[in-house]
Each structure stands twice: as C-alpha cells, then as structure tokens.
C-alpha cells in the first residue's frame, strides 16, 4: 500500500516522467485515431449507428465524431490535454508549470468557443472523457448519444 504510493509520486514528481506524460499529450492531440476514439466509434458502430464522419472540417472545432445529418457533434478528449475538472490525470507538470498553464488555458478557452459556435449553429454536443472509458462511465456517454439518435 504505502510502497504504491510511494512509486504514484516518483511517477509524477521527476521531470522525466512530466516530458513522458506531455509527449504522450502531444500524440493524444494529433487527435487522430488515438485509443480513445477508437473505443467510442466501435461502440457506436456496434450500437447500429456507423455514419460518422472524423473530423469535420464543416463543423467548428472540427469534432472528433460528427453525424452532420442530425448535427451531432461528439468529443473524445484527452483528460490531460483537454482539463478534466476534477480528474488525477488533469495534473500540472511541476516543471515549466508557466508555460504549461498558459497552455492549458488556451485549449480549455479554444474548446469552450469551439462548443458554443456549435451551439450556435444547432449541434448537440457531447463530450466523452478518455477516463470514463473502460469504466462504466462509458455506458452513460454512449446510452445517451444513442438516445438522441432514438429521439430524432
Ligand atoms: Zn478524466
């Protein structure tokens, strides 16, 4: 017990393992294809609905998952990169943390703007947290996109 806690803070406290976590981010914000995603679009598939397009271009704030038909934007973000509130792996690199806060303030600002133009434009909008995957949090998400299909 103490030992796992001990080896949680070696794991985020040097700041070889913070330039690991930001270039894991760095590949997870290419935004294509990550592991995330591919879970929500086999779900979506198996769940009857494989329409989508992957990032849209139409669509403000290109949506990782869009069913232009029915304005249907999804988000699969990446806790870290994207800001989870609340979530342990939304935590600020202890070097450079400036720089980093500056950062983060620009994707969460970027996001934010790009929901609200899709909004605008009628779009429902959801948005899927890559820790709420492989829990059964993803059911949640998922149930209730499929809702709003069922819905119209
Ligand atoms: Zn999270």
């Known amino acids: 017990m103490v030992k796992q806690t001990d080896s949680m803070f070696a794991a985020t406290d040097t700041s070889a393992a913070d330039s690991a976590a930001i270039h894991k981010s760095m590949q997870g914000n290419k935004g294509k294809d ?40 999804i988000f699969v973000n990446g806790c870290y ?28 600002e970027r996001d934010k703007r790009n929901y609200q133009q899709l909004e605008e434009a009628g779009w429902k909008i959801f948005v899927i947290w890559e820790c709420e995957l492989g829990t059964s949090g993803e059911h949640c998400v998922i149930d209730s996109i499929i809702n709003s299909f069922a819905a119209g």
Do not use: S
Request: glycine fraction near 8%.
């Open 81 to 108: 990169w994207h800001r989870h509130p609340g979530c342990n792996l939304a935590y600020t690199p202890k070097t450079n943390q400036y720089f980093w806060i500056n950062k983060f303030e620009d994707t969460v």
């Open 34 to 73: 990550t592991r995330p995603e591919l879970i929500v679009r086999k779900m979506l598939r198996e769940a009857g609905y494989p329409g989508y397009r992957l990032h849209w271009k139409k669509a403000p704030g290109k949506p990782d998952i869009a069913y232009p038909g029915r304005k249907i934007a």
